[in-house]
T-cell receptor, first 114, second 115 residues
Framework: NAGVTQTPKFRILKIGQSMTLQCTQD?????MYWYRQDPGMGLKLIYY???????DKGEVPNGYNVSRSTTEDFPLRLELAAPSQTSVYFC?????????????FGPGTRLTVT | KNQVEQSPQSLIILEGKNCTLQ??????????LRWYKQDTGRGPVSLTI?????NTKSNGRYTATLDADTKQSSLHITASQLSDSASYIC??????????????FGKGTKLSVIP
């Protein structure tokens, strides 16, 4: 199993541009998540999905959109990129949200908006 | 507001020495506490998950403790190795009801193990 994969690894965007961060998992997990990690800060939840066709907002959803058309894929869309979106983005997945579920994280996408 | 505080912010130790990292939390209602290891440029990897009834859990040279009364946890690393150099993140899960759980992440402790 490859686990959770993310592309691209690095990206530089100009202010106002758009892009999609890709996330794929091959563990047949129902639950998928997008986090951002700013320097010196804890991870913040952007969006999550409990299954194909179902998504919901996390703590910091503004400026982002997601879709979940398949169990495996959970892309994150940035529209009109802003410098405040400069961050490292992590995708994660889990089998369930039962009490002690384990989340598996991808390697991250480092995004810079200038 | 749910919060997770970790100390120290950073730590440098000699290879072979032991160390202890601290985590204090104000998360309610508490469900479980996790410790993750995050190597530079990589995603976090789970080390331990402890529920309310567990007060210690080991994973190799890593031993986590939990005191749910004082809302404190520690991660003890024994006989440190160079590969232990990483950030260690404490994450506390709150029961949001209806089978859903909210995770609050600490900012992490950056550990450097030097020869």
């Amino acid at each position: 199993n490859a686990g959770v994969t993310q592309t691209p690894k690095f990206r530089i965007l100009k202010i106002g541009q758009s892009m999609t961060l890709q996330c794929t998992q091959d563990m047949n997990h129902n639950y998928m998540y997008w986090y951002r990690q700013d320097p010196g800060m804890g991870l913040k939840l952007i969006y999550y999905s409990v299954g194909a066709g179902i998504t919901d907002k996390g703590e910091v959803p503004n400026g982002y959109n997601v879709s979940r058309s398949t169990t495996e894929d959970f892309p994150l869309r940035l529209e009109l990129a802003a410098p405040s979106q400069t961050s490292v983005y992590f995708c994660a997945s889990s089998y369930s949200t039962s009490q002690a579920y384990e989340q598996y994280f991808g390697p991250g996408t480092r995004l810079t908006v200038t | 507001k749910n919060q997770v505080e970790q100390s120290p912010q950073s730590l440098i130790i000699l290879e072979g020495k032991n160390c202890t990292l601290q985590c204090n939390y104000t998360v309610s209602p508490f469900s479980n506490l996790r410790w993750y290891k995050q190597d530079t440029g990589r995603g976090p990897v789970s080390l331990t998950i402890m529920t309310f009834s567990e007060n210690t859990k080991s994973n190799g040279r890593y031993t986590a403790t939990l005191d749910a009364d004082t809302k404190q946890s520690s991660l003890h690393i024994t006989a440190s190795q160079l590969s232990d150099s990483a950030s260690y993140i404490c994450v506390v899960s709150a029961d949001s009801g209806a089978g859903s759980y909210q995770l609050t992440f600490g900012k992490g402790t950056k550990l450097s193990v030097i020869p």
